[in-house]
């Protein structure tokens, strides 16, 4: 399922700054799996 949340770690930085993602195979898994979509929303004051 999707993960949700809130998090005060973007606080303070420009609206343009960067995001990365790193990924990592679950513990035992084995094959890498093709991410299809992520979304993030930001809400931006």
């Known amino acids: 399922g999707a993960g949700q ?3 005060r770690a ?4 420009p609206a343009a700054t960067p995001l990365h ?3 990592a195979l ?3 898994q084995r094959r ?3 991410v ?3 979304q993030v929303i930001v809400n931006y004051r």
């Open 5 to 7: 949340g809130s998090s």
């Open 10 to 13: 973007l606080a303070g930085l």
């Open 21 to 23: 993602f790193r990924f």
């Open 26 to 28: 679950a513990p035992g």
């Open 32 to 34: 890498a799996v093709a």
């Open 36 to 38: 299809q979509g992520l």
